[in-house]
């Protein structure tokens, strides 16, 4: 864990649970891509700076959740390195604290605003990368995240794709915007890429298989959940039917990652008219039409 391992002639990705690109140029000025989750994970990324005499002169965040935020400030303070975060992860790199806000839906707790959920606070910069990067949208799993492409070819995904374990284990991971999400796949599908570097997956020429195996479990998903709406129900006790059919047990964090997916979930069936909502005794509750 935590080894540098070459991607192409110039790019490398740190081996983390989830993994941070390098560039690093023929003068040894060097590119992060996503930072870590915290000073401990930037620590062990800046060895590798260290010990090839590369000097970090930019970060960009594919997005603002704080396993790819994390060590920003790190940096930012011993190299003094301009951190890119495009659009709304602008704002949650420079505000944390509307992470946990967010995924809550108010003020959030104590238990909430640990490390995982919200990262030390970062200044993002305007600006471009060095010539030769390119950055890809991929929206879905957060609101602007990107993909950033290296000048030899690499394509970083961010966290668009998870990998089949992960998938296996958990089932159900972070989605903001369904409609975006499944849209950022067919996109993927189709781009080409000397190697692709998913965050939470092993790198790989052949993109699709993993793919085909995302959508498989969004739409998986999306029947389960016109399953056990087909007489009304409560999003609590939704959420904990969700989690009885595949075996999983709640806790704090989950229940705040998972909650919000399932309601991302059921907006994209709401407004395709798959689901309704009725009030009854003053409770929200959702059924299948």
């Avoid at 990324?45 to 090839?52: Q, Y």
């Avoid at 959030?108 to 990067?133: C, I, T």
């Avoid at 972070?174 to 998913?198: G, H, K, N, W």
């Amino acid at each position: 864990m935590y080894e540098l391992i070459q991607a192409g002639a110039r790019t490398y990705y740190v081996n983390m649970p989830a993994k941070a690109g390098l560039y690093a140029d023929a003068d040894g000025r060097a590119v992060l891509i996503d930072s870590g989750g915290d000073r401990d994970a930037a620590k062990k990324i800046d060895r590798h700076l260290k010990e090839h005499s590369w000097t970090l002169t930019v970060i960009v965040n594919t997005h603002s959740h704080a396993d790819h935020c994390g060590g920003n400030a790190f940096f930012a303070e011993r190299y003094g390195c301009k951190i890119l975060s495009p659009g709304v992860e602008g704002a949650f790199v420079r505000y944390p604290v509307l992470e946990p806000s967010f995924l809550y839906g108010g003020c959030p707790p104590r238990a909430l605003r640990n490390k995982f959920l919200q990262a030390q606070p970062s200044v993002p910069a305007d600006g471009s990368l060095p010539e030769g990067f390119g950055l890809v949208p991929l929206p879905g799993h957060s609101f602007d995240m990107t993909g950033v492409r290296t000048p030899d070819g690499v394509l970083f995904l961010a966290d668009c794709l998870s990998g089949a374990n992960i998938l296996e284990k958990y089932h159900i991971n972070f989605i903001y915007d369904v409609e975006q999400y499944l849209a950022t796949l067919s996109a993927v599908e189709r781009m080409r890429a000397a190697l692709f570097v998913p965050a939470h997956a092993e790198p790989t020429e052949n993109i699709r298989p993993l793919v085909q195996r995302n959508r498989a479990k969004a739409e998986e998903i999306i029947a389960l959940l016109l399953e056990l709406c087909r007489a009304p129900v409560t999003q609590e006790e939704l959420q904990k039917r969700v989690f009885v059919h595949y075996g999983l047990k709640l806790d704090f964090n989950q229940y705040v990652l998972v909650g919000s997916t399932l309601r991302s979930y059921l907006s994209y069936l709401l407004d395709r008219n798959l689901m309704e909502t009725l009030f009854e005794e003053n409770r929200l509750l959702w059924k299948t039409l």
